[in-house]
């Protein structure tokens, strides 16, 4: 940090403790008491209006210090609502983003549901046509044919679902 950085933070925070300070019970306390001895200062002969002129030289000095430290709270504060809002902003975007995520799985999720509807079709369809065949066929010979039919539809299903999967990774 440069002596200018350095000479700017430590002022900052001078003026943010200050500014806390003067926002405090005790600078009320303090206040009233420096306020109630300048009037007693007249009790011990120091004249009324030269005690009201210093007062009132410093009331006015105090004013214009304090409207500085409330201006820069202000400009701090509003500083950091900029960056709530710019955060704000980003979170938005982000949800944006998982919604579209979130549409695009749940389309994915139609199209694999589509696929397993296809698959149990096919499987019934395995089913009528084995149950038609094993009328005129021996045991044996209808469990042969049926696995060879069973294991050319899971192979053809399986080649549906490859290309669904593969079409689902190129999308993302």
Same mark, same amino acid.
């Given at each position: 940090m440069t002596k200018q950085k350095v000479y700017e933070s430590k002022l900052e925070k001078l003026a943010v403790s200050f500014t806390a300070w003067v926002g405090s019970i005790s600078s009320l306390v303090v206040h009233s008491i420096l306020f109630i001895l300048c009037f007693v200062l007249v009790l011990f002969g120091v004249p009324f209006e030269k005690m009201l002129l210093v007062l009132t030289t410093v009331v006015s000095l105090e004013a214009i210090?304090?409207? !500085?430290? !409330?201006?820069?709270?202000?400009?701090?504060?509003?500083?950091?609502? &900029? &960056?709530? &809002?710019?955060?704000?902003? &980003? !979170?938005?975007?982000d949800v944006e983003e998982v919604q579209k995520d979130v549409d695009e799985i749940q389309a994915d999720i139609d199209e694999v549901q589509k696929d397993i509807d296809e698959v149990q079709k096919d499987v019934d369809e395995i089913q009528e046509d084995v149950e038609d065949i094993t009328e005129g066929e021996t045991a044996e010979e209808l469990k042969d044919r049926q696995t060879r039919e069973s294991l050319d539809k899971i192979e053809i299903t399986l080649g549906k679902l490859i290309d669904e999967i593969e079409k689902i990774k190129t999308q993302k």
């Open positions: 210090y304090l409207a !500085i430290f !409330i201006q820069m709270t202000v400009n701090r504060n509003t500083q950091s609502l &900029e &960056e709530v &809002e710019e955060d704000v902003a &980003e !979170i938005a975007e």
